[in-house]
């Protein structure tokens, strides 16, 4: 029997309409095989137990292709939260250490892009949709998944972008959203033949905080593949996110 340890993890997303939150979570509770118990035990790690039974992983279809959906539904909100108040919630939660501190980096990540949009420092930031339960649950349950699945590398494709029209408790802001504009420095991105929002704040921020590589197709071996929808299907474009855990492919003359 062989003592040679298996080759690295790696972890790939292709985002060929854009990349949320949801599809996030969406593409990796697929990829880790986490049924429903699985996922109620994160939420009560997460002390987010009140969500069981409104949070599941489903199956989506566009244009006549298979893929998995996250679908959410929560109760309203009107809680506004800093990042003193998201350092405690994490805080409180039973969760590894390490998907903690991706937890908060991603937050503060957040904080930082919202502050300079804003002219407010980090901590003077009070989060309305990027603090609320959907972003916690996002960020939360991708922590956890990531921290589970442990992959050596994060290789993700560039994001598309195009022109079109958001709506917030701002009101009506361009798109790339500004607070995706000062998260997308140093990160490639190509053009989408759509309008609209196409990468959210909690998506990038999630992968920025993660390490993630921007690039090509990595040589691996493919072991376990999905493909994650949004809730919004873009017209014209190829819709969803491909995702694509495998191991990495040993260089010649190593074993």
Avoid at 121 to 128: D, G, Q, T
Avoid at 150 to 164: E, I, N, T, W
Avoid at 224 to 230: D, E, F, H, N, V
């Amino acid at each position: 029997m062989s003592d040679c340890p298996l080759p690295p993890a790696i972890l790939v997303i292709r985002p060929n309409s854009g990349l949320s939150g949801d599809m996030l979570v969406a593409g990796l509770l697929a990829l880790a095989g986490s049924g429903p118990e699985g996922l109620a035990q994160k939420l009560a790690d997460l002390n987010l137990s009140d969500l069981v039974g409104r949070v599941s992983l489903i199956g989506r279809e566009v244009s006549q292709v298979s893929g998995v959906g996250l679908e959410v539904n929560l109760p309203e909100e009107h809680q506004h939260r800093n990042l003193t108040d998201i350092e405690q919630f994490f805080a409180a939660a039973a969760i590894p250490e390490p998907a903690r501190a991706l937890a908060l980096k991603t937050f503060g990540l957040l904080a930082e892009a919202e502050g300079a949009v804003h002219g407010l420092p980090p901590r003077e930031i009070h989060f309305h949709e990027v603090g609320a339960l959907d972003s916690l649950l996002d960020i939360g349950l991708a922590a956890l998944l990531l921290d589970e699945m442990a992959p050596a590398r994060l290789v993700c494709g560039p994001l598309p972008l195009c022109d079109g029209v958001i709506s917030c408790r701002h009101g009506l802001l361009p798109a790339p959203a500004p607070a995706v504009l000062r998260l997308l420095e140093g990160v490639p991105v190509v053009g989408l033949a759509s309008r609209g929002e196409t990468v959210t704040p909690t998506a990038l921020a999630l992968l920025k905080a993660a390490g993630a590589e921007f690039g090509p197709w990595p040589a691996l071996v493919v072991e376990r593949q999905t493909l994650a929808y949004g809730a919004r299907t873009l017209p014209d474009v190829p819709n969803g996110a491909i995702f694509v855990l495998g191991r990495g492919q040993a260089r010649e003359g190593e074993k």
